[in-house]
């Protein structure tokens, strides 16, 4: 999957336990879906998996490795994926935007990803086709970046991968989960929250200033194909200025999450955040402590290296360092809140966290 900063990849492990250690749990909801990568792991254990995430690239994710299963999409996937390999590269929008007024790509990748999204935009292909063909490209793209991660700026000088020529693979889309079709919804939190009901809900909101869009939006203009105008030197979709959310405003984050808590219809809720967010621990669980009337919260806290843009340091546009980062590591936690009686199933996780 592509490189991500709001990643559960270490967590995964622990959300799969935890998961798993909850009684009569088929159906669950991921509110702020991301990569997707909790959702897929999830549908592959055989839960029937609802995602949601309000930005386009997510949404794409979602539909490819949530919603599309595997015995549907293979074929055509495979033959497309041979056919597009093929093009060659169309110098238009895409290449001159985000490989000559920013450098994200070598420019012979960026002419390559033009192409190839012009020609699956030209085929109108069915909207779970269609996704897993944007996941391919966006993780090809992913591979022969020069970024540290996030998109927010690029590297002074071109990362080594840069230089690969782009190649697309099929994703690792998955057959049907044992008890159902998934699900891909491009909603706000709240109204997703309202409309889906699950056994368990998982949420991951964005816990800082940082937006999510801000962060990755050349994969926004890659899958929706706007042409969008930009602004600064990270050539920023314009709409990055005025698509803000309410999560990443200190003053209202805890209010707005406080809604869509309250709005959750499930018998658990597991809530991923960490201790750099707007929101400390205690108010954490005091929130989760008073939904649904009462539940009972358990946190599972884990200290992790932070992501790499964090050890590289802080630098101007000229790449020169002209700051330190203030800590190199953080905490992680895992929020359970629960009607029912999880103190004994979550014994082994809660101590192998202390």
């Given at each position: 999957?592509?490189?991500?900063?709001?990643?559960?990849?270490?967590?995964?492990?622990?959300?799969?336990?935890?998961?798993?250690?909850?009684?009569?749990?088929?159906?669950?909801?991921?509110?702020f879906?991301?990569?997707?990568?909790?959702?897929?792991a999830?549908?592959r254990?055989?839960?029937r998996?609802?995602?949601?995430?309000?930005?386009?690239?997510?949404?794409?994710?979602?539909?490819?490795?949530?919603?599309?299963?595997?015995?549907?999409?293979?074929?055509?996937?495979?033959?497309?994926?041979?056919?597009?390999?093929?093009?060659?590269?169309?110098?238009?929008?895409?290449?001159?935007?985000?490989?000559?007024r920013?450098?994200y790509?070598?420019?012979?990748?960026?002419?390559?990803i033009?192409?190839?999204?012009?020609?699956?935009?030209a085929?109108?292909?069915?909207?779970?086709?269609?996704?897993?063909?944007?996941?391919?490209?966006?993780?090809?793209?992913?591979?022969?970046?020069?970024?540290?991660?996030?998109?927010?700026?690029?590297?002074?000088?071109?990362?080594?991968?840069?230089d690969?020529?782009?190649?697309?693979?099929?994703?690792?889309?998955?057959?049907?989960?044992?008890?159902?079709?998934?699900?891909?919804t491009?909603?706000?939190?709240?109204?997703?929250?309202?409309?889906?009901?699950?056994?368990l809900?998982?949420?991951?909101p964005?816990?800082?200033?940082?937006?999510?869009?801000?962060?990755?939006?050349?994969?926004?203009?890659?899958?929706?194909?706007d042409?969008?105008?930009?602004y600064?030197?990270?050539?920023?979709?314009?709409d990055?200025?005025?698509?803000?959310?309410?999560?990443?405003?200190?003053?209202?984050?805890?209010?707005?999450?406080?809604d869509?808590?309250?709005?959750?219809?499930?018998?658990?809720?597991?809530?991923?955040?960490?201790?750099?967010?707007?929101?400390?621990?205690?108010?954490?669980?005091?929130?989760?402590?008073?939904?649904?009337g009462?539940?009972?919260?358990?946190?599972?806290?884990?200290?992790?290296k932070?992501?790499?843009?964090?050890?590289?340091?802080?630098?101007?546009?000229?790449?020169?360092?002209?700051?330190?980062?203030?800590?190199?590591?953080?905490v992680?936690?895992?929020?359970v809140?629960?009607?029912?009686d999880?103190?004994?199933?979550?014994?082994?996780l809660?101590?192998?966290?202390?």
């Amino acid at each position: 999957m592509i490189k991500y900063i709001g990643s559960k990849r270490k967590l995964l492990p622990t959300i799969e336990k935890l998961v798993d250690a909850v009684p009569d749990v088929r159906a669950v909801v991921d509110l702020f879906s991301g990569t997707s990568r909790v959702g897929h792991a999830l549908k592959r254990a055989g839960y029937r998996v609802t995602a949601n995430d309000h930005n386009a690239y997510a949404h794409t994710l979602a539909t490819c490795y949530v919603q599309a299963d595997l015995e549907h999409v293979r074929r055509p996937a495979e033959q497309l994926v041979a056919e597009c390999n093929r093009l060659r590269g169309d110098d238009g929008y895409f290449t001159e935007t985000y490989c000559r007024r920013a450098r994200y790509f070598r420019p012979k990748n960026g002419a390559r990803i033009e192409a190839i999204r012009n020609a699956i935009a030209a085929k109108e292909l069915p909207p779970e086709l269609e996704a897993v063909m944007l996941v391919s490209l966006m993780e090809a793209a992913d591979r022969v970046d020069s970024t540290t991660g996030v998109q927010m700026a690029y590297l002074k000088d071109w990362a080594p991968r840069a230089d690969r020529d782009l190649e697309l693979r099929v994703p690792d889309v998955l057959p049907r989960a044992q008890h159902g079709k998934g699900a891909a919804t491009q909603l706000d939190a709240r109204d997703a929250a309202e409309r889906h009901g699950a056994d368990l809900i998982y949420l991951d909101p964005p816990y800082n200033q940082h937006s999510y869009l801000g962060n990755y939006h050349v994969w926004e203009s890659l899958v929706r194909w706007d042409h969008l105008p930009v602004y600064g030197v990270a050539c920023k979709r314009v709409d990055c200025k005025e698509r803000r959310s309410t999560f990443n405003r200190k003053r209202e984050m805890f209010g707005a999450f406080a809604d869509v808590v309250r709005c959750c219809r499930a018998d658990t809720l597991v809530v991923s955040f960490n201790n750099e967010g707007y929101v400390d621990r205690a108010d954490m669980e005091r929130l989760l402590g008073e939904w649904s009337g009462g539940a009972e919260v358990h946190t599972i806290a884990t200290d992790y290296k932070r992501y790499v843009g964090a050890q590289i340091g802080i630098h101007n546009p000229r790449g020169e360092k002209v700051g330190a980062v203030g800590h190199l590591r953080n905490v992680e936690y895992l929020f359970v809140a629960s009607r029912h009686d999880l103190r004994d199933r979550l014994a082994p996780l809660l101590q192998a966290a202390r």
